[in-house]
């Protein structure tokens, strides 16, 4: 019951939330043909609402729309977790607090915002932009996946920029450890690990038992390493991040770039805490089930292994390689398939908008290709052809401000406004000529 009110509760604060918006789109002279507030209801988690705003161009376009991402839902939050109510805006010694504050109202304002401000200076896009916030990124992801299929016919796109990925970062002494630009985000699929047995009564014990079978399998996951992958993305990221590393990482990404066959140096970055998931596909045992009676021998033992596939890669060799792993007493089925999505090439004009942006407000900051170890909303738009870079433009201080989805969510003040006035310069830059 708790859920379902729960349910219910989330789909009319993401409806209001999206009719808000419309409402301001329309009072800044938004034709209201060209703002569609889209309600959907498919199941748990998806209870929810889009939001679709065009913004033509004025005169016949020469090249494709360009479409605009952010998400207006946030991770759940608890009172009692939190120092302040999650879900109260508090604005105290230059932060803004509260759920969302960083990941991503910050974006759904920003880019709104950028669009008025255009708007109201006169700014004419020479084609068009389109808008698309959704309302369920952070759980089952319908309304992205809905825009990159059956909402096509709005947001059918050259490439999109989405305002969830990205952004700088700053040491505390107020350094710039640099800005990403995010052209990629590994694959999400979850595979079973299953063994059956006859079983028998547990005072009499086989020989073979699926529990010890199942154990010895995730064993040999444990110690297992795929082979280390660089592409484009994480070519130019560790190329970037060799400059800022002194000592032994620093030295590991130089020798991995020098030889990307250096299979000993990509190890060596792969165990540290801040490179985890970026030279190759990761997978880890998650859930774990197995027995049915204390007294019993195991019939089914089963455990979730979840995989994050570097961009690009085969779903299926993944699945032949685990099956070596696991051995042949162990069946591995596809539990979660993935949506194969590759990474983005590094566009030029996409480049240089983020790199102008950032550098007129940050002078020298450096400029960070980078790839995910998560997913966000643009991986549907990936997999559907449309390339995406996620190009935000806040920044906060590393690593006291990074606490989207943990406790006392923040953002700088400053950069809000920062953001806003860099999505303002970005989209001139990219639909202005
Ligand atoms: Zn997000």
Redesign the pocket.
């Known amino acids: 019951m708790e859920n379902r009110s729960n349910e219910r509760r989330r789909f009319r604060v993401l409806l209001t939330m999206a009719q808000y918006l419309a409402d301001t789109f329309k009072a800044a002279g938004w034709a209201e043909s060209d703002i569609h507030v889209l309600p959907h209801q498919g199941g748990p988690g998806d209870q929810t609402a889009s939001l679709i705003v065009r913004w033509p161009a004025a005169g016949k376009a020469p090249k494709k729309p360009i479409l605009l991402l952010a998400?207006m839902d946030v991770v759940e939050a608890k009172a009692e977790d939190w120092s302040t109510d999650p879900f109260k805006f508090l604005e105290k010694d230059g932060y803004f607090y509260g759920r969302g504050t960083s990941?991503?109202k910050q974006g759904v304002t920003a880019v709104t915002a950028a669009l008025l401000k255009l708007r109201a200076s006169g700014f004419k896009p020479k084609r068009d932009l389109v808008v698309l916030f959704t309302g369920d990124?952070?759980t089952e992801g319908r309304g992205a996946q809905l825009g990159a299929t059956e909402w096509r016919k709005w947001t059918d796109a050259e490439f999109a920029l989405n305002a969830?990925a990205g952004g700088g970062s700053f040491d505390r002494q107020g350094r710039a450890l640099g800005f990403g630009l995010q052209t990629a985000e590994k694959q999400y699929v979850s595979f079973h690990f299953s063994v059956r047995n006859p079983g028998g009564h547990s005072s009499r014990p086989r020989p073979d038992n699926a529990i010890y079978q199942l154990a010895d399998a995730l064993k040999r996951l444990e110690a297992h390493r795929f082979t280390p992958v660089l592409n484009e993305t994480t070519r130019a990221y560790f190329t970037a991040r060799a400059k800022m590393e002194a000592g032994a990482l620093g030295q590991a990404m130089r020798r991995w770039v020098a030889d990307p066959a250096d299979g000993a140096a990509a190890d060596a970055i792969e165990a540290s805490e801040l490179e985890v998931g970026m030279t190759r596909t990761r997978c880890v045992a998650t859930r774990l089930e197995g027995g049915h009676a204390d007294n019993a021998l195991p019939q089914l033992a089963r455990a979730t292994v979840n995989c994050r596939m570097m961009p690009g890669s085969d779903p299926k060799a993944l699945e032949a390689e685990l099956k070596q792993v696991a051995g042949p007493h162990v069946a591995v089925t596809v539990s979660d398939p993935p949506n194969p999505a590759p990474a983005s090439p590094l566009r030029a004009d996409v480049v240089k908008a983020y790199t102008d942006s950032v550098h007129k407000r940050f002078p020298g900051a450096p400029i960070v290709p980078s790839m995910s170890t998560g997913a966000?909303d643009g991986l549907f738009f990936r997999a559907a052809g449309i390339p995406v870079y996620g190009v935000e433009g806040s920044w906060g201080i590393s690593p006291d401000d990074e606490r989207?989805h943990g406790k006392d969510e923040r953002l700088p003040v400053k950069a809000l406004y920062d953001n806003v006035d860099h999505w303002h310069d970005m989209i001139r830059a990219l639909a202005g000529k």
Do not use: K, L, R
């Open positions: 998400h990941d991503d990124e952070e969830d966000t989207a």
